[in-house]
């Protein structure tokens, strides 16, 4: 199953419309790391602030938050610009978050737009008129005080690189272009990988075959 953390971590290419589907029809609601715009609003760039600011996460443009059949309404290509263009004007200093379109098929250039926050590559702490905003569960806020000052000295986290680099993994597709797995598990050698292949969390659904595969083996009697 889809998860947050398993769209946030894979390749811009993995970012299906079957995946975003999945991942909406399950009914997660909105959370620190996710959030739902039916359209282009103008506080899109204060989501992303906030959770640049905090743990970052997804914001899925296209799909609304209410209960109805089809949750993927899609928006039109110049959101893209509407975005590109509100980041850069409100946020303090100007930063873009990686934008992945997702076309929807037999629709008239409708998409859904995957804006994914990453902390570690955005110039933290991101304003919004000299506030910094912060994610809660479901909704922004403003930090205080302290919350600001461990936001302006914290370093940032930072990949190193060294010695022989492992490229990213490339997951096996079917015919019609979706993933087929969820993470490719590599064995017997201990060498550095390049940042783009580290820390690239697991979906549930990978937990699951990792603990089972685990379990079934031999090494579940090693002590």
């Known amino acids: 199953m889809t998860s947050t953390a398993s769209l946030f971590a894979c390749r811009p290419e993995d970012v299906t419309l079957g995946r975003v589907r999945e991942l909406v029809t399950t009914g997660q609601p909105e959370s620190l ?90 110039p933290r702490p991101l304003l919004v008129h000299g506030a910094a905003p912060v994610r809660l569960h479901g909704r922004n806020a403003v930090a205080d005080l302290s919350r600001l000052t461990r936001l302006i000295t914290e370093a940032a986290p930072q990949a190193t690189n060294f010695g022989l680099r492992l490229p990213p993994a490339q997951l096996p597709h079917d015919d019609q272009g979706e993933p087929t797995a969820d993470f490719l598990l590599r064995t017997g050698m201990f060498v550095p990988v390049e940042a783009a292949a580290t820390w690239n969390p697991l979906s549930e659904r990978g937990v699951q075959a990792v603990a089972d595969a685990l379990n079934n083996s031999p090494l579940h009697c090693v002590s």
Request: charged fraction near 20%; charge should be negative; proline fraction near 11%.
């Open 33 to 122: 790391t996710l959030e739902y715009k039916e359209h282009f609003a103008s506080k899109i760039p204060d989501s992303v602030a906030a959770m640049a600011n905090s743990y970052g996460g997804l914001i899925l443009v296209g799909v609304t938050e209410r209960n109805v059949d089809d949750r993927i309404t899609g928006v039109p290509e110049p959101t893209i610009v509407q975005i590109v263009n509100a980041c850069h004007q409100k946020l303090e200093p100007p930063w873009i978050p990686e934008s992945i379109p997702v076309p929807l098929p037999e629709t008239d250039g409708l998409m859904v737009l995957v804006l994914r926050v990453d902390p570690g590559k955005a």
